[in-house]
């Protein structure tokens, strides 16, 4: 819960969130065409008040399949309320 709620008649700027995540996964077992695929993602998120959150993701990934190699961006938003 952030200790200075936004508000545009207060000075408040809400509380901010950075992160961020690494994946890997290979597929020998569930996929027939086999491959790696890593990604590395980071997040920030910023908590107005306490019922509110707004997110955005990037990341970065490989796909590694049958000596082929295939780079690929990842741009995610979201809006989030919850009681």
Do not use: K
């Not at 961020?20 to 065409?33: K, L, P």
């Not at 980071?42 to 955005?56: D, K, L, T, V």
């Amino acid at each position: 819960m952030p200790r200075s709620p936004f508000g545009f008649g207060h000075a408040g700027t809400g509380a901010w969130e950075v992160s961020g995540r690494y994946s890997s996964r290979r597929s020998d077992r569930w996929c027939r065409r086999r491959g790696v695929m890593s990604r590395l993602t980071g997040a920030i998120s910023w908590y107005p008040e306490q019922h509110w959150r707004f997110e955005f993701n990037y990341g970065r990934g490989i796909l590694d399949r049958g000596g082929q190699q295939g780079r690929f961006n990842v741009f995610q938003g979201r809006a989030q309320f919850g009681f």
